[in-house]
């Protein structure tokens, strides 16, 4: 299991920007598939941006594909959403995730159930 922690949250008017870190601990000696979640209020956690264990793949949801990258630096265990042209829909709790159980080199994962370690999340307020 890998500890996740994230950060870099907060209130931005739209049109803005916001990188969200997520500083993994403990056994982070592999790399893993990552991903981006997030969950409004009165609404299901949905699936944002996925980045393969390999690093060279990544998926989006339509809704933010354009506006975010996802990136990690396996130096430092950390992963990161950059966050453009922000919009109040994109108002939610935050979640990183990670994948230790073994899978495909290549694959990306889109579902909740597919990733076994998740972050406490953090706030994105997106004003009008």
């Known amino acids: 299991q890998v500890q996740l922690v994230e950060s870099g949250g907060g209130l931005v008017q739209a049109g803005g920007s916001l990188r969200l870190s997520c500083a993994g601990s403990?056994?982070?000696?592999?790399?893993?598939?990552m991903g981006w979640f997030r969950q409004a209020p009165g609404k299901e956690r949905e699936f944002v941006a996925a980045?393969?264990?390999?690093?060279?793949?990544?998926d989006y949801a339509d809704s933010v594909k354009g506006r975010f990258t996802i990136s990690r630096d396996n130096t430092k265990k950390m992963a990161y959403l950059q966050m453009n042209t922000l919009k109040p829909e994109d108002t939610a709790v935050y979640y990183c995730?990670?994948?230790?159980?073994?899978?495909?080199?290549?694959?990306?994962?889109?579902?909740?159930?597919?990733?076994?370690?998740w972050g406490q999340g953090t706030q994105v307020t997106v004003a009008s």
């Open positions: 995730a990670a994948r230790a159980t073994s899978g495909g080199l290549h694959t990306l994962y889109t579902k909740n159930y597919q990733y076994d370690s």
């Open positions: 403990g056994r982070t000696s592999s790399n893993y598939a």
């Open positions: 980045l393969s264990q390999s690093g060279a793949y990544t």
